[in-house]
């Protein structure tokens, strides 16, 4: 494989603020990006960045309704908080329903694959929700990690802006080693695997067992 893929990702949305200027770098440096959003952020004006998000060619995916750790909750719950989100994501897609999850603090049990019917998504991340890691930490971690089929997990929560500032160095520098970033669906196709149910991805290649 001569190209190498990578995904771009961003987690808490959505909001008014942090979405918009994460969209905004996106477009700057000509690169799509995957956001699974938290059910309970997606109101009218939030429903109308992830719709931008999406018509721009984004993908939009399921981070549950309130950002609870599930192995806590029941079989009931669990089922409710991914449906709301599903729900609330196809009135932002026009109705394409979302393939993805990603767990809330990838807190995971063996029930949650029987609640969920999604493919479960990790992810490398930096640690980018504590206020003091620097957007040139953030940067120097991803890159430092970057490789062919990977996940990147980054979050677009409100006021988050040193990841903003990150992607700026993050995007340049990655197409410079010779990466195209694609959705979390894109990647699955370009690295010639299918999801499976039943496991949870940082890497399509690496995770993936014929």
């Excluded at 770098?25 to 719709?51: D, Q, W």
């Excluded at 939009?60 to 089922?79: D, F, L, V, W």
Aim: net charge negative; glycine share 6%.
């Amino acid at each position: 494989m001569d190209t190498k893929y990578i995904a771009l990702t961003f987690d808490d949305g959505p909001n008014t603020v942090t979405t918009p200027q994460v969209l905004d770098m996106l477009k700057k440096h000509n690169v799509t990006a995957s956001f699974f959003l938290v059910g309970n952020n997606i109101n009218e004006e939030s429903a109308k960045v992830a719709r931008e998000c999406f018509e721009y060619g984004c993908e939009i995916c399921n981070h549950s309704r309130t950002h609870s750790a599930m192995p806590q909750q029941s079989s009931e719950e669990i089922k409710a908080e991914i449906e709301y989100t599903n729900e609330k994501i196809k009135q932002i897609t026009g109705g394409i329903a979302t393939k993805f999850f990603r767990p809330p603090y990838i807190a995971l049990c063996d029930s949650m694959y029987d609640d969920i019917p999604l493919t479960f998504i990790c992810g490398n991340g930096a640690e980018d929700w504590l206020d003091e890691i620097s957007a040139e930490e953030r940067s120097k971690r991803i890159i430092g990690q970057a490789q062919n089929g990977m996940v990147i997990l980054l979050h677009d929560m409100e006021g988050n802006f040193r990841t903003v500032q990150a992607l700026d160095t993050i995007i340049p520098e990655l197409k410079k080693q010779g990466y195209t970033f694609v959705t979390v669906s894109n990647l699955f196709a370009k690295c010639g695997v299918t999801p499976q149910h039943g496991k949870i991805y940082t890497n399509v290649l690496t995770d993936y067992k014929a």
